[in-house]
């Protein structure tokens, strides 16, 4: 049984301290038995930054993935989610795609969370600033845990991508059949997919330039870096050769 004291001194030891701005993508079931649950991993979270720093979780109004049926592999379907609406934040049964330790966080009185339909929930220093983007934790030395999740999960990629060609963009988007059948404003569906995981090959050279610490933490192989870092290592392959990246040849 892995308690909240062990995750707060496992944290700490991967470079987790008061005052650090810290953006936060999390497994509750990647540490097998935690006593006290999501609860406990956002204690050790708390007690490790305190009030001096920041912590921020995406909150995003998607469902989990959802299973294609027959018909969705007919189509071509290769990710199916459900838009959830603000509402089902006040349904404690509703999960969202984010993990149960972010769906208990953004529940919390004392976390605020932004608007859209990719919202942020922050606690701590700034927390009405950085719930509404990841700007200021990007531009201030931010750092990002992942707990028992890799760098598909890291939100701040994302702040890069005004530099991916629209070809990349457009093997994504969903085809003419599967968007009848899943309108825009329900479902957020994809049809496609590159040759290459492309952040993957951004998560290796991290590792590989030291950028990146990692440790397991009970069965959680958890990862600490500081945000640009990683980030800046894709902003630089979008802008130097975004279809090698994406193992896309002409």
């Not at 810290?22 to 006290?36: A, D």
């Not at 708390?46 to 989990?64: A, D, H, K």
């Not at 404690?92 to 608007?115: W, Y």
């Not at 825009?184 to 590989?208: C, H, L, M, N, R």
Request: a neutral charge; charged letters at 25%; glycine letters at 10%.
């Amino acid at each position: 049984m892995i308690t909240s004291d062990i995750i707060r001194k496992g944290i700490e030891s991967l470079g987790i301290c008061p005052g650090m701005k810290i953006e936060v993508h999390s497994s509750l079931r990647s540490f097998g038995s935690v006593e006290g649950g999501a609860h406990a991993v956002i204690r050790a979270l708390m007690e490790s930054v305190t009030e001096n720093g920041s912590i921020v979780m995406p909150s995003f109004l998607m469902s989990p993935k959802l299973p294609p049926d027959d018909d969705d592999r007919a189509l071509g379907i290769t990710c199916k989610i459900r838009i959830l609406s603000p509402d089902d934040d006040n349904d404690m049964r509703v999960r969202s795609g984010m993990g149960i330790i972010a769906d208990t966080f953004k529940r919390m009185p004392c976390v605020v969370t932004g608007e859209g339909m990719f919202r942020l929930s922050a606690w701590g220093i700034e927390k009405e600033i950085n719930c509404i983007n990841l700007c200021n934790l990007n531009d201030n030395g931010g750092c990002a845990l992942m707990l028992g999740t890799d760098i598909y999960s890291l939100s701040s990629m994302h702040y890069m991508e005004s530099a991916l060609p629209d070809r990349i963009k457009a093997i994504f988007a969903p085809n003419r059949k599967a968007s009848e059948r899943y309108p825009a404003d329900k479902w957020f569906v994809e049809t496609g997919g590159p040759p290459v995981k492309a952040w993957y090959k951004i998560q290796e050279e991290a590792f590989s330039r030291g950028f990146i610490k990692e440790m397991v933490i009970g069965k959680s192989r958890c990862m600490f870096f500081r945000i640009s870092d990683v980030t800046g290592l894709y902003k630089h392959a979008l802008e130097t050769d975004p279809f090698g990246l994406y193992g896309i040849r002409d």
